[in-house]
């Protein structure tokens, strides 16, 4: 393949926080940083100033960070970074606290809730003090045995607030599994849900759970979380406690975050266990927040309201990297639950109701959909689409974007599809006094917006070099020019139902219709 699937806008790429962490590196260490390859082998050769500067641009939370920030660099391993720093993990993940939707979840077609920013700090401080009260402290062990429900993420806050090091596993876990697991960790609190759903059935977790209960002497109390029961029956579980009746003594209070060292132990993962017993894996907490924040925010350029999901399970890392979402001030999303239910639909009918912004998911998921002959661009509604291009004409946007999967035609599609779906499409459009308010650019936009019954134009300031672009673009020096501003009178003029806006609200205006919020004229 000599091109890529997919590369950014000049647009996306200047609005991007790397762009922004580049402009950050240049203010504050003089770093000439114009594009990746040069920040990557910045950040090779200078580690120290990378991290402090993803640090800085992330705002971690922290009591205090120091004045080291990587000790003994020449030891492999014995190297320590940011050995002065006191933090606490659950505190960056719960540092927004407003009424913004802090999870969104879907058991199967079954179950639906959402809960806040201000809820989801509400529930963890109930939980963390209740589990204080149980004699949880900092080095405890906490696990889970749970679906991917928003009580898993609560948990997860709610023990690692105080310090205690957290560990789950999936449900579909056999007995002999999950003791392999935990029984090498001893936990003191065991997280369990009743049971779960998959691909239509109802699966009873009660039974399992009381033999892996009688085989971990080190467990204390099992909370129980209800999902396929509104009052399960826990009678048979040992130590079992409905989460509700454990929480019930307490109120919602400003938690205690306790902060620890930077490389206190926050995560315990395993191996896949394929030659033998699943060796333990930890991860300290600094480290999973700096490298979390750092992939999500630069390489997934994740940003604040942006809605986040990735297919996983409480057994597989990337559930991990899900929830550091929050840290970003992000909607995660969380499924649970067969991905081929509803002839494979199911997660492209949750895409389309929570508007997700991010799809994580696996090369075998995209190869089973592709064979089952789905088409979720012809089939889902798709709100709204926004493309970018540089011209209303094939040859002209094809010589610049250069695409491979994702060519001119398959932008006039995209904008039919969503059209007659009733969604709101719009054109992110390039402005280049000379080639857009040309004779032949004014036509093609035209006809463009005839055959789409296209929404809104956001016109956009094409800053590039001219000598460059137009060489790029083969344009002739001999054209009948009309004038942009004749351009968008004469387009109003024929299309009067045509918007000119942007496509990005200041947050207050937002109200979910695109025309009222995102439409100037």
Known sequence: MNHPLWQPSAAQVAASNMTALMRLAARQYGADLSDYAALHAWSVDEPEKFNKLIWDFCGVIAERRGDIVLEHRERMPGARWFPQARLNFAENLLRRRDDGIAIEFWGEDRVRSRITFGELYHEVSRLAQALRASGIKAGDRVAGYLPNLPGAVIAMLAATSIGAIWSSCSPDFGVQGVLDRFGQIEPRILFSADGYFYNGKTIDVLPRLAQIVAELPSVEKVIVIPYTQRSPDISGVARAVDVHAFMAPFRMRPIEFAQLPFNHPLYIMYSSGTTGVPKCIVHGAGGTLLQHLKEQSMHVDLKKDDRLFYFTTCGWMMWNWLVSGLASGATIL???????????????????????????????????????????????RLDSIRVSTNSARKVVYEKYYRPNNYAFEDIIESLKVVRRHGGWSS???????????????????RKLIRETGLNMIQWRN????????????????????????????????????????????????FTGDFERDFAHS
């Open 334 to 380: 969380l499924y649970d639950g067969s991905p081929f239910i509803g002839n494979g639909r199911l997660l492209f009918d949750f895409a389309d109701a929570t508007r997700m912004t991010v799809f994580g998911t696996s090369a075998k998921f995209i190869d089973a959909i592709a064979k089952a002959g789905l088409k979720p661009r012809a089939t889902h």
């Open 427 to 445: 054109i992110n459009y390039f402005v280049f006094p000379g080639m857009t308010d040309s004779v032949e650019e004014y036509e093609a936009l």
């Open 462 to 509: 094409f800053n590039i070099d001219p000598d460059w672009y137009l060489g790029q673009i083969g344009l002739p020096d001999t054209q009948e020019f009309l004038g942009v501003r004749q351009v968008m009178d004469l387009l109003k003029e024929e299309f009067p139902g045509l918007k000119y806006g942007y496509f990005n609200p200041p947050k207050e205006r």
